[in-house]
């Protein structure tokens, strides 16, 4: 028997079933990044992120190779505007959540504090989710007792939402770009007017000014 519809949602089709699974499968999850940090150093990480998007992460400084301190760094996550989204200091290892309010570009820097050329560099790590990846079906699953199958449904169509939506950005950006364009071409078509009005209106008072001189030195009639 087919699985009734899920509560609230509209129900799938068969048809775009498959190339959902595909797409899921090409798609898979994100790895987290790693990078050295040196002493007194500070590296910052960027990306762009659309409007009311859940945004999670979790990362972990591991401490210098033969140090006895410990790890030792700040982390700060701001927009493009420079509003503090996440900030902890002497930051070890922990997890931050937010949800974006606009489409910007969101920072998250790591600073050591540790002295510069005493020693070996710290190793950072940085798991970064957001959209469809952010959400915990886990706890979906167990508040709204669904089944494996359903979960698994539910994951395919926020996923298969994010993507119109990404596609439907795209192309929003596009008409933008387009408007753009074409008001651009608009007042360069202008301007070239204007410049070529300009230029016959200087050649035809030249033309008359050089008659008038010639005239006067009586070289001509």
């Known amino acids: 028997m087919p699985l009734p519809p899920l ?5 799938l089709g068969r048809a ?3 190339p959902l699974l595909l797409l899921l499968l090409l798609v898979g999850p994100a790895r987290p990044i790693s990078f050295q940090l040196p002493g007194k ?6 990306e762009e992120i659309h409007r009311d998007t859940l945004v999670t992460g979790e990362y972990e400084i591991g401490a210098p190779p033969g140090s006895s301190t410990g790890p030792s760094a700040n982390l700060k996550i701001t927009d493009s505007a420079g509003h503090i989204l996440y900030a902890k200091e002497d930051a070890t290892k922990g997890k931050f959540a937010f949800t974006t309010e606009d489409y910007d570009m969101f920072e998250a820097c790591f600073e050591s504090k540790l002295p510069v050329g005493r020693m070996p560099d710290q190793l950072v790590t940085l798991d970064m989710k957001h959209g469809v990846e952010a959400k915990n079906y886990e706890e979906i699953a167990k508040v709204e007792k669904l089944k494996p199958l359903e979960v698994e449904l539910r994951r395919l169509e926020d996923l298969s939402e994010s993507i119109v939506n990404d596609f439907a950005y795209m192309k929003k950006r ?3 770009m387009r408007d753009t364009n074409e008001s651009t071409n608009t007042r360069v078509l ?3 007017i204007f410049s070529m009005c300009c230029l016959i209106g200087l050649a035809t008072w030249q033309v008359f000014y050089l008659r008038r001189f010639f005239k006067a030195k009586k070289l001509i009639e």
């Not at 509560?7 to 129900?11: C, I, L, Q, S, V």
């Open 190 to 192: 202008y301007f070239s």
């Open 16 to 18: 775009p079933l498959l």
């Open 7 to 11: 509560p609230g949602r509209p129900r």
């Open 174 to 176: 596009e008409e933008e």
């Open 41 to 46: 150093a500070r590296k910052c990480l960027r």
